[in-house]
C-alpha cells in the first residue's frame, strides 16, 4: 500500500528555468513533509520541510507548497541549476502514524545546461 | 564532524546466510533507524531504536532484527537471507523521533546470489 506516491519517474528541465516536483499521499493523518535529494552512491539528503499548519515554506532557491485538501504537495525549484540534477524523494509522517516516515518512489530530476 | 557511518558498503551473500550491517549514528544523535530500498523504490520503514530498544518497527519479518548499542551506534541483522532481501539499506540517525528530518548514511549495497 503505497501511501506516498511520486507519479513522474523523471523530469527534465533547462539551467534556468522552474523545476516543479509532485507528490501525493492517502494518509489524511500525516502531518509533516519532508524533501530529500539523493545523488548516486550516497544517502538522501534533507532538502526541505513543512508542518501540516502551513501551505508554503521557502528556503532559498526550494519551495514546497502543500495543499491538504488535495493531499498534494510540490517542490518548487528555481532557478533550476545543473547541480540540481538528482533523485527527488517526498515523505511523510505524523505523531499519530507514529516514528516512520513513509517515501514515495522519487522523481529523477535532469537539469539540461 | 562524521556524519552517518555505515558498514560494509557492498556485500555479496548467499541464499538462507545471515548478514550483519553496520551504523554510527550522527554525532549528538541517539536515535537510529533502518530502511530498505529496493532498486526504484523509495526507502521502506524496517525499525527505529532509542534508548537500545526497538521503538517502532515496520512492515518487515523477524527475520529482521537489530541492536542499538550504549554509544547509540546500531546494528542489522537479517537472517535466512531471501533473493528479494537484494538492496539498499540506509541507516538514519536522528535526535528524538526524527520528525524534523533524518540524517541519513551512505548505505549498505546488499545482493543475495
Known amino acids: 500500500d503505497q501511501q506516498v506516491k511520486q507519479n513522474s519517474p523523471s523530469l527534465s528541465v533547462q539551467e534556468g528555468r522552474i523545476s516543479i516536483l509532485n507528490c501525493d499521499y492517502t494518509?489524511?493523518?500525516?502531518?509533516?513533509f519532508l524533501w530529500y535529494k539523493k545523488y548516486p552512491a550516497e544517502g538522501p539528503t534533507f532538502l526541505i520541510s513543512?508542518?501540516?499548519?502551513?501551505d508554503k515554506n521557502e528556503d532559498g532557491r526550494f519551495t514546497v507548497f502543500l495543499n491538504k485538501s488535495a493531499k498534494h504537495l510540490s517542490l518548487h525549484i528555481v532557478p533550476s541549476q545543473p547541480g540540481d540534477s538528482a533523485v527527488y524523494f517526498c515523505a511523510a509522517s505524523g505523531q499519530v502514524v507514529g516514528n516512520q516516515f513513509y517515501f514515495g518512489t522519487g522523481t529523477s530530476l535532469t537539469v539540461i545546461p | 564532524d562524521a556524519g552517518v557511518t555505515q558498514s560494509p558498503t557492498h556485500l555479496i551473500k548467499t541464499r538462507g546466510q545471515q548478514v550483519t550491517l553496520r551504523c554510527s549514528p550522527k554525532s549528538g544523535h541517539d536515535t537510529v533507524s533502518w530502511y530498505q530500498q529496493a532498486l526504484g523504490q523509495g526507502p521502506q520503514f524496517i525499525f527505529q531504536?532509542?534508548?537500545?530498544?526497538?521503538?517502532q518497527r515496520g512492515n518487515f519479518p523477524d527475520r529482521f532484527s537489530g541492536h542499538q548499542f550504549p554509544n547509540y551506534s546500531s546494528e542489522l541483522n537479517v537472517n535466512a537471507l531471501l533473493l528479494g532481501d537484494s538492496a539498499l539499506y540506509l541507516c538514519a540517525s536522528s535526535s528524538g523521533q526524527g520528525l524534523y528530518g533524518y540524517t541519513f548514511g551512505s548505505g549498505t549495497r546488499l545482493t543475495v546470489v
Open positions: 513543512i508542518s501540516s499548519i502551513k
Open positions: 531504536y532509542y534508548e537500545e530498544e526497538e521503538r
Open positions: 494518509n489524511s493523518m500525516f502531518d509533516y
